[in-house]
């Protein structure tokens, strides 16, 4: 008597599952449009998962409220600056052109529409301002501020720049390439990146810090 074929499994119906990292992407994503369209009110998880097309317990994985995420997307913004300070430094000549590149990867990001908004929102008054204020210092400023006062710092470790106060001086160079503009852009005065450009106000910057060849203060000098 013939064997009767076995059953082929069925195929699971629905769309396959995104993998962790693009499910993140797509909520942060999520939050951070209801944020600058809709408002903080508006930003719930419920909405954020509706907007990402996912499950509410899916964004619960991810974020324990909205100042979780909100944290995150800031979070997120200062990431974006790991590979351009991890690049190769090995001459004091190559310092301030590395420098350069550096600041305009965090231009590029602290400038942008998404971060425009966010700095403008918070220049508003609604509910929960004040929770928010801290987490958008310490996930942005603050940790952009130490991500570049920890590179300046490696750099005066290896001996390429004479530095005392790299922190002080990472403060100084952001508020000289970003915190104008940001105002600006914030008012509408100015385009946001990458339609609008810094490029001059980094130049200027660079050229204060290559005139500068005593070591003192917040200010490096070259080495050679």
């Known amino acids: 008597m013939p064997q009767t074929p076995p059953t082929a499994a069925p195929r699971a119906r629905g769309r396959p599952a995104r993998p962790e990292s693009e499910q993140l992407a797509a909520a942060l994503e999520a939050a951070t449009w209801l944020l600058l369209n809709a408002g903080y009110a508006a930003t719930t998880l419920e909405a954020v998962a509706k907007r990402a097309g996912m499950a509410k317990k899916t964004v619960y994985r991810y974020a324990a409220n909205r100042e979780d995420l909100v944290a995150q997307v800031v979070r997120g913004w200062t990431d974006a600056f790991e590979p351009v300070m991890a690049q190769e430094v090995q001459t004091s000549a190559e310092v301030l052109p590395a420098l350069a590149r550096v600041l305009d990867v965090i ?10 908004g966010m700095f403008r929102l918070l220049t508003a008054e609604f509910p929960a301002r004040e929770a928010l204020l801290p987490v958008y210092q310490k996930n942005g400023i603050e940790r952009g501020t130490a991500m570049l006062g920890d590179w300046l710092a490696r750099l005066g470790e290896r001996g390429l720049i004479q530095i ?8 100084l160079l952001l508020s000289m390439v970003i915190a104008e503009p940001l105002r600006q852009m914030a008012l509408g005065l100015a385009p946001p990146l990458p339609e609008g450009s810094v490029s001059d106000r980094i130049q200027a910057a660079l050229a204060l810090l290559a005139a500068s060849r005593t070591g003192d203060g917040p200010g490096f000098a070259l080495k050679g």
């Open 164 to 171: 005392r106060q790299p922190h002080v001086t990472a403060g």
């Open 107 to 116: 231009a590029a990001r602290a400038l942008s529409a998404d971060a425009v």
